[in-house]
Each structure stands twice: as C-alpha cells, then as structure tokens.
C-alpha cells in the first residue's frame, strides 16, 4: 500500500507544477522597492550622465547605452526611482493562482495557466528553462492592460548623421486580449472567440497620402505552437493579403523595425531560444509623462496632451528622465537559422515586465540595432489612464548602428476599451475601414 502511494506522488510530482513559488514571491515580484530604491555608488537622483562622468556608473548602463553616452551621442538626466504598481486584479490574479503553471515538454507549451504573472518568483540560474519563463511572463504582462490603443501614434525617419527627418507616419495602434482578461468586461475572456485566439493588433496608417489605409492585423493563438495570423491591407491596392513568416522580419514600411519588433518582441514563445543571464540593477527609461519636456509642432491637441521631444545624436533618443530599476537580462536566439538576427537580448523591466531595452546582432554576432522604449507612470500621463495600472509605452528609439539611422516613435497611449472593440481586429474590418 505504501509503495502505492508513493509512486502515485512520484506520478503527481513528475506531471505536475512545481511548487516552488511563496506568497512573498509575489510581493516582491510586483513590490520589488518596498524596501527602498536599488543603489549604485556615484549615481544620484538629478544628476546627468554625459561622456565626462559615464565611466563611474557604467555598472549601471548595459553595454550599448553605455557606447551612446561615452561616444557624446546622448546625455540622460537621472530621476528617482519609483514604484509602477500593477492593477490589484493582476496582482490578486497572481496571488489566485499561484503555482497552477508549469512549463510543457517542450518550449512553447505551458500548462494549467488561468491569469496573473505565471512565473512569479526570481528567476535562478541554475534553471534552464528561467529564461523561457520569463519570457512567458512577458506574453502574459500587464502591458496595455486588457486593451488599449496609440491613438495617435507618430514615428519619424531620421538620418542619424544630419538629424534630417527624411519621413513622417501618424498610425493608430489597437491591443485586445481575448483570453486572461481581469479588468474590463468581458472577464476571463471575450465570449465569441471561435479561434482560441489570445491577442489581436491591429495597425492603421492615417498618413501620408501615398500609404494611407495601409493596415495590419496579427492574430496570436492561445496555442504558442501555433502560428499567428497576419494579414495587411494595401490601400493603393485596396486588398487583404496574408503575410509570411519572413516578412515580419522585413523592414516595416521602410523603418528600421520588423514587425517582429513590436513591444520589444512580438512573436512566439517557441519561436526562440531563451535562456537568464542575469539580475541586474541598470538605468531604464522610466518617468512620469507631465514632467519631461514636450513636443508641441508634432502634436497638441483639445486635452492639451503633447507628446514627448526627442535629442541626441540626429534627434534619435527620447528627451526623457531615466531610474535605476531591477531588471532581468534574457537573451533570444532564433530557432530559424534564416533570421536576420542572431539573437536579441532584452532588458525586463522585474517590476512591469514591460522591455524598455533590447540590443539585436545580427548574423555575425556583431550589434545591429538598438531599441528604447519609454516607460511613462500612468497617474503621470493623461487623465483617463489613472489608475489603470499599466506602464504606458510613452516613446521608442530605434537605432540601426550600422547605417547610422533611427526611426523614433511618439505615443498617445489611451486605456479607452471603446477604441478598440473586438469588431477592429477582423479581417472583414481591414476592407471596410480600407473603402
């Protein structure tokens, strides 16, 4: 009877998750400064990092930001850390559900998971798979929430040499969950989702003339070996064609991201390979909005909301305040062999799980382009995001090292779910906003 019962447990243990993460996991992973803010000798809140000073906290920059500023390319101006509180549904979410997940056979499977952080606990380095499962963390953030939308949404091509900006694109960006919803109605999950679907984008062109009504739709299943469905709507054509898997590697409308971009990484868990290098305290672009300095030609509007200026180096980085956070550094590898990439690694913000930093090499290990976002408080940003809970994605900067090019992006993050309702993210919609 005894030999019985302990093979069934064996049984249970080997199939089951591993129950390795505490209550107090989950409040350091979302209240990781309860305890005060990180702390780097000669770093000090409202001071600049310039080329003169940058070598006495280059512990505190990862090795690209650290070339931009030693180089005189960029400066950035030092604020204090400060706490990003997630939405307590995400949170208590977390708490829910705590240890109800575990990672699959094989990358890309994941079992058991109902909402919240899946894997709440640090990650170690002694677990093969701790990269993978921040990664699963990422696909299942908090990040824009259960919807919301760039309502505008302006991205600048620049010449990084002469600072001349050679194009301009106004989008709107939309975000949907399907699945794992804990904030707005419908909760868990949206009711007619015939598909399994885990998240919608859809992507408009509003101008210029020449690619106006361009759209884009990604379908991503909950399944992660599935693979997603894109499709794009050409306006001078006025037709919907779905997209290969290569083409969310090409250059998007001639920027310098891939679709694949998006967000500091937009694709599959299973299609890369993930591994931890790291705990790290690092600066991140990390602010509160209605404090930096503000662009009023690119756009004001009857909220008085402006979006963010750009400086450096041809205009290419966000004129934005930068903290000190904890982060997690995690490398991908793509499993193609035909990637234009040999690999990505991404600076996870161990707060928001939001990628404000990730430098990409490409085939002969050399670094190709380098990718910021910036990360703006909610309670700091426009009136109706308050409360929400979500890191706004507030700027990017997207610089091609080798071409000396950047593309820069401005948002108007909105948390609105009446933006986006689940009709936008149909193909039958990419037709008829496309007439």
Not at 30 to 47: D, H, I, Q, R
Not at 80 to 96: G, P, Q
Not at 230 to 253: E, H, K, M, P, W
Request: charged residues 25%; contains cysteine.
């Amino acid at each position: 009877m005894f030999k019985k019962m302990l093979s069934a447990a064996v049984a249970v243990a080997l199939s089951g998750p591993v129950l390795a993460a505490t209550l107090e996991d989950v409040e350091n992973s979302f209240y990781p400064y309860k305890n005060g803010a990180p702390e780097v000798a000669g770093l000090t809140a409202g001071m600049t990092i310039n080329s003169a000073n940058v070598d006495t906290v280059k512990d505190a920059l990862d090795p690209a930001m650290y070339q931009f500023i030693k180089n005189g390319d960029y400066e950035i101006r030092i604020g204090e850390t400060t706490s990003f509180d997630l939405h307590e549904n995400y949170v208590e979410a977390s708490r829910k559900n705590l240890n109800t997940t575990s990672l699959g056979d094989e990358p890309g499977q994941i079992n058991g998971f109902v909402a919240g952080r899946p894997f709440p606990e640090d990650p170690k380095m002694d677990d093969p798979r701790a990269g993978e499962k921040l990664a699963w963390n990422y696909k299942y953030g908090y990040n824009w929430g259960d919807t919301g939308a760039v309502y505008p949404f302006y991205w600048k091509f620049r010449d990084m040499n002469s600072g001349k900006i050679e194009r301009n694109i106004k989008f709107n960006f939309h975000f949907l969950n399907y699945k794992h919803r804990v904030r707005h109605d419908p909760q868990p999950d949206v009711a007619q989702n015939p598909s399994n679907l885990f998240r919608g984008i859809y992507v408009r062109v509003l101008e210029p003339f020449d690619v106006k009504n361009t759209q884009l739709l990604i379908h991503r299943y909950e399944d992660d070996l599935k693979r997603d469905n894109a499709y794009l709507y050409l306006g001078f054509q006025r037709r919907v064609r779905r997209l290969s898997t290569g083409q969310v590697t090409d250059a998007f409308l001639g920027s310098d991201l891939m679709i694949e971009d998006f967000e500091g990484y937009n694709g599959r868990i299973s299609d890369m390979n993930w591994s931890y290098k790291g705990t790290r305290h690092l600066l991140m672009p990390y602010y509160n909005h209605n404090d930096q300095p503000l662009d009023a030609e690119t756009h004001k509007d009857d909220e008085g909301y402006q979006v963010v200026s750009f400086t450096g180096k041809g205009g290419c980085f966000p004129n934005v305040s930068w903290q000190l956070r904890k982060v997690y550094e995690v490398e991908s590898i793509p499993v193609d062999t035909n990637h234009p990439l040999s690999k990505r690694v991404h600076f996870i913000d161990a707060q928001t799980y939001a990628v404000p930093r990730t430098n990409a090499y490409d085939r002969k290990g050399d670094l190709w382009k380098v990718f910021t976002i910036g990360q703006s408080h909610p309670d700091h940003h426009l009136p109706a995001n308050k409360g929400s809970g979500v890191s706004i994605d507030d700027a990017f900067s997207m610089v091609d090292m080798q071409a000396t090019h950047c593309t820069t992006g401005q948002f108007k993050g909105q948390l609105d779910p009446k933006l986006s309702p689940q009709r936008t993210f149909t193909v039958q919609n990419l037709r008829a906003s496309g007439r």
